[in-house]
C-alpha cells in the first residue's frame, strides 16, 4: 500500500504543486494549532479531492503533528479511493459513536489518518439539519485530537443538492481554499462560489488552479 500511495502522492504533487501550495497554506494558517483547512470548489470535476488527499499527505511528511483528512461529501465521496478504503459504517452508527477516533482509519502513511464518508444515505429519513449539524459536531471533535485537518467538502453548487452545505463548514473552518480547473471552469462560477461562502463569514485564503500550465512555457 505504501508505494501505491507514493505513486498518488507523486502524482498529487505534479498536478497541482502541492508542495507549492502547502508552503502558502502555512504560512497563512499554520502558525498555529489545531487548524482546520476546507477545501471545495465550485462545481463537481475540479480536482478538489485529489488537492485535499495530496495535501493532507504532504503535511503529514512534514512532522507538525498528526493530520486527518475528512470527507464531508457525502453524496458523492471520492477521498477514500484515494487511499483503498471501503466506506464501512453508516450515519447512525456515526451519531451513536463516543469518539470520532472510533471511525478513523489508517492511510497506510505515518501521522495521517482518514475520516471517510458514510455510507450512503440516499432514502434516509435522517433530515438535512441534522446531517449538518452532525457533520460540525465532527469538525469539532476532530480539531480536538489534530494539529491540522483537511475537510473535503461537496462543490458549492452540485448536481445533487442533497449535501453537506460547505458554507456550514466554512465557519468551523480556519481557511477555505476553493479549487477551480485551469482553463476550464468559468470564470463567474469561481465569482459566486467566492461570494457566497464571504457572505457566510469564510475565510478563504486562495483559488488553487488545478492542472495549471503556463502560457509562456
Request: aromatic letters at 6%.
Amino acid at each position: 500500500m505504501e508505494n501505491a500511495l507514493n505513486k498518488k502522492i507523486a502524482l498529487h504533487g505534479e498536478i497541482a504543486e502541492i508542495k507549492r501550495i502547502y508552503s502558502a497554506i502555512k504560512s497563512s494558517l499554520l502558525k498555529k494549532t489545531p487548524v482546520c483547512l476546507m477545501i471545495t470548489s465550485a462545481v463537481s470535476g475540479e480536482g478538489k479531492t485529489t488537492v485535499a488527499a495530496g495535501l493532507a499527505a504532504y503535511a503529514a511528511r512534514q512532522n507538525n503533528g498528526r493530520v486527518l483528512a475528512m470527507d464531508l461529501n457525502w453524496y458523492s465521496p471520492a477521498l477514500h479511493r484515494s487511499f483503498g478504503l471501503d466506506l464501512t459504517f453508516t450515519f447512525d452508527a456515526l451519531k451513536k459513536g463516543v469518539s470520532i477516533l472510533d471511525f478513523v482509519k489508517p492511510s497506510g502513511l505515518e501521522k495521517l489518518d482518514i475520516l471517510h464518508s458514510v455510507q450512503s444515505s440516499e432514502g434516509s429519513e435522517v433530515s438535512f439539519g441534522e446531517i449538518d449539524a452532525q457533520a460540525v459536531l465532527m469538525v469539532k471533535r476532530a480539531r480536538e485530537n489534530y494539529s491540522l485537518v483537511v475537510v473535503d467538502t461537496s462543490p458549492m453548487f452540485p448536481p445533487n443538492r442533497r449535501m453537506i452545505d460547505p458554507a456550514i463548514i466554512s465557519k468551523e473552518a480556519d481557511g477555505v481554499a476553493i479549487v477551480a480547473l485551469a482553463n476550464a471552469t468559468p470564470r463567474e462560477d469561481v465569482k459566486r462560489a467566492t461570494k457566497t461562502l464571504e457572505a457566510a463569514g469564510a475565510n478563504i485564503i486562495g483559488v488553487i488552479a488545478n492542472q495549471w500550465q503556463n502560457p509562456m512555457a
